[in-house]
């Protein structure tokens, strides 16, 4: 299968050098890449500046603003070549309303920075692609029940436009001896289909659907 995927953080430019960004590193996508390449899928990652970069055989790009990540699905997924979009990047729900040329100064005693929503790309995915592509999403929750979790991935899957909804919630993984606990929800299914422990887990898994299993 012919797989793009995503990873790491985008940068919403404040001025040319300071934007508002967020912890995300791409370990996780760099480590799904390293999976799917090593199966024998055709895997293109776009990343993150600064996001952790996969070892395996992967053609690699990079982004910067949510802007510049939707040009850049945009135009990969134009030429109608992949079967399957992996959006594991943590896109910003917020940037500057505008980015100011040059530097500000240092030396201001405050400064008041207006933010407004940037668009939700995962919903437009596959409108950008002239042939059918499965398309899987993340959601990051933090200290989210059973049911708040289901009602934030519901979200996700509300727009019709995602098959599957990986899940993880930062303050469970904060906890000393938790690991990574990820969560597959399916469009369709009330609850979780798959419960699965750690990063290698998650890549066996995602595998198997990329295959269509």
């Known amino acids: 299968m012919n797989v793009l995927l995503t990873s790491g953080a985008t940068r919403e430019p404040i001025d040319a050098v ?13 480590a799904l890449a390293d999976a799917l390449a090593a199966a024998g899928h055709a895997v293109t990652l776009l990343h993150g500046e600064g996001a952790v970069r996969p070892r395996g055989d992967v053609t690699c790009g990079v982004f910067g603003s949510t ?16 079967d399957v979009v992996i959006q594991a990047a943590a896109v910003a729900d917020y940037r500057p309303e505008a980015a100011q040329a040059g530097k500000m100064s240092s030396y201001a005693d405050e400064l008041t920075l207006r933010l407004v929503p940037t668009p939700k790309l995962l919903p437009l995915i596959k409108g950008w692609s002239p042939r059918p592509v499965r398309v899987a999403g993340f959601k990051l929750t933090y200290g989210a029940d059973e049911a708040g979790r289901a009602a934030a991935v519901g979200r996700v899957l509300a727009a019709g436009e995602v098959d599957i ?8 993984m904060q906890q000393v ?6 969560r597959i929800y399916r469009a369709g299914d009330s609850a979780a289909v798959a419960r699965l422990a750690g990063v290698a887990a998650l890549g066996a898994w995602v595998e198997q659907w990329v295959r269509g299993a």
Not at 21 to 27: A, P, R, V, W, Y
Not at 67 to 82: P, Q, S, V
Not at 165 to 172: A, K, M, T
């Open 18 to 30: 300071r934007f508002v960004s967020n912890i995300s590193t791409g370990s996780t996508g760099a």
């Open 67 to 82: 802007e510049h990540l939707a040009e850049r699905l945009r135009a990969a997924l134009a030429g109608g070549t992949f």
């Open 165 to 172: 909804v990986i899940h993880n919630d930062l303050q469970e």
């Open 177 to 182: 001896g938790a690991g990574r606990m990820f």
